[in-house]
């Protein structure tokens, strides 16, 4: 009997690890979908924002690409913004779409996917629909192989729908790769010498250095070379200590203050980021006058762009390591501890600050919780409150597009599970962010996910008017969200739920939520106060 597309794509994916599905069907994914395995999960999202970045939460949790199916144009037109987070937080998911039938696709019927691999291009590192049916699972191989590699990322592949009951050329060759790319010796005594020749060097440890599992490596080099360390702007996962006492903090997401903070360092080593993420524009130098910069990316892209500095490719926690053997111990003055702006209202009013609710919540929250943090006009101040002391359990969105953080926390949750390691997790939301995937909440209630989703209402887009008080441009419209009932939206979504208006009942609310087998929402009402952006 001659095997179908369909069940050798299957037997791929099991012999891919690949069994867990992030989709939303349609007539165009229902020949794929046909048949469904029973050793194979299909998680079910209700829309496509949500399934892309559910299905990112989980590669990144389980450390594994994941694999998404999405609805012919449609779906990817709403995941694509999430594809693009994705892009940035270099989690590799194989996303793939339904397309119309290759018999009528020359009249473009309903549902035609017109140019199906253009649409999610620059956010995809291959983009291919088989030019024979029969090539469907080794193109899933080479989407695999494409998707894992250094940088990893996104990859897209169309499956017309009338391709997966066509034969097959018997089962696809399974092959492994690299995931990870060792640092040019040369380059990396080069790099060692030249920390070892500096005055005052200081380390930027960014979120490559966390997906590389090098945060001891990072430890033991700053703690060798005894020099302060910075997370870089907008990192999309901590990869340090945050009570170290060499740890000094986020730097600011804008050139001019960036490189005041660095000033007085004669060298800045960059690790798994960007150089730089920046936000808003305020001119000025990148760095500090005769300050010189050396990057460590596995990124060729991102080495390319950087404004100043020499590059080196390499994965983070093996550069660390290269680097740790390389260097002799550093002889600098003692580096002074961060300081945290930590003040709560004496009395308390009536509503409560962001700062009373970070302060509640780094004092009851599990230690090994994962957090995940959507709250745009108090992220400064969360990690003035909230340290995070452990490997792989800090992440935001790297795009800056809001609705990544709530269903990436239902994937986490899920990844947790299906791990074995039940860490709790925890979403600290915006009530404008909230809404962007808010449709998470059904699939985490549906799979009863211990996930603590704490909205933050200040019943506005609070840091766009920051941004316009910044940006002198007055006027802008849409900025308030008052009448957003959060309890009821997560009731109505089957998520236990509660409106919360201060400390004592939020320290009750969160005891309560962690013990729990299900989601829950705690609203709570926060003051709104117009912070400068910088
Ligand atoms: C998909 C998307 N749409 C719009 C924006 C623009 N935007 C940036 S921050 C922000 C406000 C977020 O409000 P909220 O989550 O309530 O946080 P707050 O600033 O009030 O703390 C908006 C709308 C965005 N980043 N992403
Ligand atoms: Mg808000």
């Not at 897209?156 to 092959?175: C, H, I, N, Y």
């Not at 020499?310 to 580096?335: F, Q, T």
Request: aromatic residues 8%.
């Amino acid at each position: 009997m001659t095997t179908s597309v369909r069940e050798a794509t299957y037997d791929l994916l099991r012999r891919l690890g690949l069994t867990t599905i992030f989709g939303n069907p349609g007539s165009t994914e229902e020949p794929f979908l046909q048949d469904f395995p029973r050793d194979f999960t299909y998680v079910l999202g209700l829309q496509e924002a949500s399934v892309l970045a559910m299905a990112d939460g989980y590669a990144q949790a389980t450390g594994r690409p994941a694999l998404v199916n999405l609805h012919t144009f449609a779906g990817m037109g709403h995941a694509i913004g999430n594809l693009i987070c994705a892009y940035y937080n270099k989690t590799p998911l194989i996303v793939t779409a339904g397309q119309q039938t290759r018999e009528m696709l020359l009249l473009e019927p309903y549902l035609t996917n017109v140019q199906a691999t253009e649409t999610p291009k620059p956010w995809v590192k291959w983009s291919y629909e088989p030019a024979r049916a029969a090539d469907t699972p080794a193109a899933i191989m080479r989407a695999y192989a494409t998707a894992v590699q250094p940088p990893s990322g996104p990859v897209f592949l169309s499956l017309p729908m009338d391709d997966l009951d066509k034969p097959a050329e018997g089962a696809a060759t399974v092959r492994t790769l690299s995931e990870r790319v060792g640092p040019d010796p040369a380059r990396l005594a080069a790099f060692a010498q030249e920390i070892g020749a500096a005055q005052s060097p200081v380390l930027v440890i960014g979120a490559g250095v966390d997906r590389a599992g090098g945060w001891d490596a990072g430890v033991r080099l700053a703690e060798k070379l005894n020099v302060p360390v910075w997370a870089p702007p907008e990192t999309e996962r901590a990869a340090f200590p945050e009570d170290h006492p060499l740890f000094q903090g986020y730097l600011p997401f804008a050139i001019a203050p960036l490189a005041k903070k660095l000033q007085g360092h004669d060298l800045v080593v960059v690790i798994g980021s960007p150089v730089f993420r920046y936000y808003p524009y305020v001119p000025g130098d990148y760095l500090p006058a005769g300050t010189r910069l050396l990057h460590i990316t596995d990124d060729p892209a991102e080495a390319a762009r950087a404004p100043v500095g020499d590059s080196m490719l390499a994965d983070a926690g093996l550069a660390l390591e290269g680097l740790l053997e390389a260097v002799k111990p550093g002889r600098y003055p003692p580096v002074p501890p961060r300081e945290l702006k930590r003040e709560l209202p004496n009395p308390p009013g009536p509503v409560l600050t962001p700062a009373e609710v970070f302060a509640t919540l780094q004092a009851c929250r599990p230690e090994n919780a994962v957090l995940l943090l959507e709250s745009t006009s108090n992220a400064e101040l969360f990690h003035q409150w909230i340290l995070i002391t452990r490997p792989r359990s800090f992440t935001l969105f790297a795009s800056g597009g809001l609705g990544w953080a709530l269903p990436a926390a239902v994937g986490y949750a899920l990844a947790e599970r299906d791990t074995g390691r039940n860490r709790p997790v925890l979403a600290v939301l915006g009530d404008g962010a909230t809404n962007y995937s808010i449709q998470a909440l059904y699939t985490a209630a549906q799979h009863r996910l211990p996930v603590v989703f704490l909205v933050l209402n200040n019943g506005e887009y609070g840091i766009l008017k920051s941004f316009a008080e910044q940006q002198k441009t007055p006027g802008v419209p849409g900025m308030d969200l008052p009448g957003i009932d959060f309890v009821a939206l997560a009731t109505g979504y089957g998520c236990a739920a509660a409106r919360v208006t201060s400390s004592d009942a939020l320290t009750e609310a969160l005891q309560d939520a962690f013990r729990r087998q299900g989601p829950t929402v705690l609203e709570v009402p926060i003051t709104a106060a117009v912070a400068p952006l910088l």
